[in-house]
């Protein structure tokens, strides 16, 4: 049984609510009344001082951080060694998930703009940490791999990884592709240098007509910059007005 024992409002609340969003079993009490018999783990406010039976494991939840140390939890309870794993199907939305063990304990899809911010906070203390991106979408994922810093990249094939999506799947295949990837072993990677090729330019162009109000695509020059990343496709059409 899971045991939250804490006299920290902030801490509870957001660690009973983790809980609860998981479908966990649990329960709590107040520190110094009797533990139950079958505790099999505790969490308690980081930098709390409470009395733990003999033997039984405590994990300190920070009051902002509550899920990580949740997580923390269930890597224990499941004698993982917890190392975090972090795929990436990459696309101008990438699919995002996070693993400890085989376990999926976080997914997102958020703009390509801010993707390296979501994994920085996903590997921000964790064990032995390893983040692996497909190798499509190339321009998109190698400025995800230029961007995402201070932790190992392995480029995976990524081949095969998106699934069949069934009746009401729609839209998860970006995320469930990020598991698959996650679960590939790749190869280390610092960066990746990608010389776009016409149609992937032209894809560029075709976007900032659409983006463009006045229906005008910008050139090859300007497109080259886009796919570079030296440019968002915003800064790209402000450019090319300045310039006609």
Do not use: C
């Amino acid at each position: 049984m899971i045991v939250v024992a804490t006299e920290d409002f902030e801490v509870y609340h957001g660690v009973v609510n983790e809980l609860r969003d998981r479908g966990t079993e649990f329960t709590t009490i107040e520190p110094g009344e009797e533990w139950p018999a079958d505790t099999s783990i505790v969490v308690v406010a980081a930098g709390e001082h409470v009395e733990i039976p003999d033997g039984v494991p405590v994990v300190q939840a920070d009051p902002e951080a509550p899920r990580r140390a949740i997580e923390e939890v269930m890597a224990t309870l499941r004698g993982e060694g917890g190392r975090t794993v972090v795929g990436i199907d990459p696309g101008e939305r990438p699919g995002i998930a996070v693993l400890h063990g085989e376990t999926v304990v976080a997914a997102f899809q958020v703009p390509a703009a801010e993707a390296p911010a979501v994994v920085a906070q996903e590997v921000t203390d964790a064990v032995e940490p390893v983040v692996r991106i497909g190798d499509g979408a190339r321009l998109v994922g190698s400025r995800l791999i230029d961007d995402i810093e201070d932790v190992p990249i392995e480029l995976v094939d990524e081949t095969g990884t998106t699934p069949y999506l069934g009746t009401g799947a729609r839209g998860m295949g970006d995320v469930l592709a990020a598991v698959n990837i996650a679960r590939l072993e790749g190869e280390e990677i610092q960066s990746r240098d990608i010389d776009p090729t016409a149609g992937e330019l032209q894809r560029i162009k075709d976007r900032s007509r659409e983006e463009s109000d006045t229906n005008r695509a910008i050139g090859d020059s300007l497109a080259r910059r886009v796919a570079a990343g030296d440019l968002t496709i915003d800064e790209a059409l402000a450019k090319h007005r300045e310039d006609a």
